[in-house]
């Protein structure tokens, strides 16, 4: 059942919201993982984000795809608890340690163990529409651990304005989404997150952006 | 199913759109074959896109009026939210932007009722004030003129120019019983295209004296003059089959379209050239956005239009 349910959310509506009301410009298609594991990494401005990504996707991949976030948020009450896990299929990370030991990127692994194509938006939390804001850097010691695991970076631009943090109404605009190189077998933290932030920010420039204060 | 009164004729012009269009993928496929060196590609996806282009369009016009309503309906939302896309917008108008697309539901939606007051009132008297309105209410006064300025002419522009098409499908029964519908549609936007097409081609042949050069830098005198006579004579060609117009009134209105034509093409490069972009999207794999595909409709449609309300329905 609650396959089906997802099946139907990514197959028709997610699709109609993100290439009907919205619209997206996709640059460098071909970039796109063909099967996993993967890490998808991407910027983080609207809830819209993990929609438009996972659209990016073949349906027959939808199974083995899954976004990773934050359990405190999306897991406080038990509707969208439901809708986040059966639907959206989140794989649930505690953004602190309820014990000093806790090993937070645990459920990660396993998932990447299990040959899933993860989503990951390493600015922890939507924050200012359109802004990029400073990585986290769980994403570079699961590089570490996973070194023949690619990692896409994708930069998107529209999403904020269409749906920013705190308002309820979407309001359609065309999207850009710019998929970069696959980041392969870096496994120094500094030197991964450099790379990462400088395809970033390579993408980011490839696009025009109108002005939105 | 099939709307068949009046639209035998709206077949035929289809069926020799579509002749005119397997041709030039025949000559594509020989460039390509015989000169595998150059790069095609362009022209390939350029030719492709007019097959989708005027697959969907045919369909819309020959299915159903509403149908064509609602076709017409959602090309106008692709080209605001194209517009909207690209131009500078504040952060506090994600409101008004959002009164703008519900503007166009409602436009129309007074087509389908033919409820021609409404339909000429609607974008330039109520939507234009209560656009202001709701703007002022916002209380953003930095850069308000420029705001409620791009976003009234892009309403304007994408919606109410537009919805000029749709309303060629409701005009009541002409002097003469001549049904409206299809064919007035399908006459405007085929002298259009093809002015524009005559246009590039005349300028590329004969092109020497720049028309606009800060605007549009390729644009000819000779090209202009070239693709509007053209028009004129496919205008007149085409009218028995699709209007009610006279030889003289057709000959007037390939006047009309073929300079209306390169008007409106040319607003859209200012635009462009304001904004710094090439396309106006990536939308039409060859041809750029759906702004560079219907700049010149923008103007047509009102003034092919109002000639006709007003000289013959």
Known sequence: MGRLIRFIFF???????????????????????????????????????????????????????????????????????????????????????????????????????????????????????????????????????????????????????????????????FID????????????????????????????????FPAWQ | MIHFDASAPVLWVFGGLLLLLAVASAITLLLRRSRPTQDYSELTQRVNSWWIMIGIFAFALVTSVNVAIGFFAFLSFLALKEYLSLIPTRRADRRVLFWCYLAIPLQFWWVHERWYHMFIVWVPVWMFLATSVRMVMIGETKDFLRAVGTLQWGMLTMVFSVSHLAYLLVLPESKGSFGAGPGLVLYVVMLTQLNDVAQYVWGKTFGKHKVVPLVSPKKTVEGLIGGILTTAALAVFAAPWLTPLTRVDAFAVGLIIGLGGFLGDITISAVKRDLGVKDTGALIPGHGGILDRIDSLTFTAPLFFHFMKYFYY
């Not at chain 1, 010691?141 to 970076?153: K, N, S």
């Not at chain 1, 710019?178 to 030197?191: H, M, N, S, W, Y």
């Not at chain 1, 790379?195 to 390579?202: C, F, H, S, V």
């Open chain 1, 11 to 173: 197959g028709v509506i997610a699709r109609f919201i993100a290439l009907i009301v919205l619209g997206l410009n996709v640059r460098h298609r071909e970039r796109l993982p063909k099967a996993g594991p993967c890490i998808v990494v991407a910027n983080h401005n609207s809830h819209l984000d993990t929609i438009t990504l996972m659209t990016l996707l073949p349906l027959r991949l939808l199974a083995q795809v899954h976004p990773v976030a934050a359990a405190d948020y999306f897991l406080r009450n038990r509707l969208l608890a439901w809708f986040a896990l059966k639907v959206i299929g989140i794989v649930p990370i505690n953004r602190e340690r309820t014990r000093p030991d806790e090993d937070l990127l645990a459920p990660v692994r396993a998932s990447l163990a299990r040959g899933d194509i993860l989503i990951f938006f390493p600015e922890g939390s939507r924050g200012e529409p359109e802004k990029l804001t400073d990585f986290k850097s769980g994403v570079a010691r699961l590089a570490a651990e996973f070194p023949g695991v690619a990692v896409v970076p994708i930069f998107m631009h529209g999403l904020g304005k269409a749906l920013p943090k705190g308002e309820a109404i979407l309001v359609p605009f």
């Open chain 1, 177 to 208: 989404v710019f998929v970069g190189e696959p980041i392969l077998d870096i496994t120094e933290r500094e030197a991964f997150m450099n790379t990462l932030r400088a395809r970033m920010d390579g993408l980011a420039a490839e696009g025009h």
